[in-house]
C-alpha cells in the first residue's frame, strides 16, 4: 500500500505544480465571489425612482389589471424570491406576461413593473431607476421588507 497524506499533503520540497495552481486558482475565484457578493445591492437600498413606479402603475393598469389586482403583488409576494436576484423575477414576468402575450412589452416596461411591484411592498425608492439590463439586474438582491 501506498501512503495517502503524500499524494494529499506534499512535504517541503515537493510540492506539485499542478496542485499548488489548483489551489491557487480557487482562492482567485472565491476571492473573486467574495468581491461580487460585495458589489451586490438590495431593493432596500433604494434601486428604483418613484417615477418609474408610476409608469409601472400605468403598466399595471394598462396590462396587467384585468387578471391581477394590485393587492396580488402585496404583503407576501416577494417572500419566495427573497434574496434572489431581481433578473429572476424580471425574466419570469417577461416570459409569462401578458399572458395573451407574453414577452409583448418593453424591457423598460418590465423594469417599470417591478419598481411598481418594490414600492407596493414598502421598498424604498432612490435616484436612479431601476435598470432593464439584465446583468445590472443580477446585481441586485429582492427584499421583501
Known amino acids: ?3 495517502v497524506s503524500e499524494r494529499l ?16 486558482t480557487a482562492m482567485a475565484l472565491a476571492s473573486a465571489g467574495a468581491a461580487a457578493d460585495d458589489a451586490r445591492r438590495s431593493t432596500a437600498q433604494g434601486v428604483y425612482t418613484t417615477e418609474q413606479a408610476q409608469t409601472g402603475l400605468e403598466v399595471h393598469e394598462e396590462y ?11 404583503g407576501g409576494f416577494l417572500i419566495s424570491w427573497r434574496n434572489q436576484p431581481v433578473s429572476g423575477l424580471y425574466d419570469l414576468i417577461k ?6 402575450r407574453p ?6 416596461e418590465y423594469a417599470a413593473l417591478l419598481a411598481y411591484i418594490f414600492e407596493l411592498n414598502d421598498l424604498p425608492a432612490g435616484d436612479e431607476k431601476l435598470s432593464h439590463k439584465h446583468e445590472a439586474m443580477e446585481q441586485i438582491l429582492i427584499a421583501d421588507e
Open 1 to 3: 500500500m501506498f501512503d
Open 95 to 100: 416570459l409569462k406576461m401578458p399572458e395573451d
Open 9 to 24: 499533503i506534499p512535504g517541503p520540497g515537493r510540492c506539485r505544480p499542478r496542485l499548488l495552481g489548483g489551489l491557487l
Open 103 to 108: 414577452g409583448a412589452l418593453k424591457p423598460k
Open 64 to 74: 396587467c389589471a384585468k387578471c391581477h389586482h394590485y393587492s396580488y403583488f402585496q
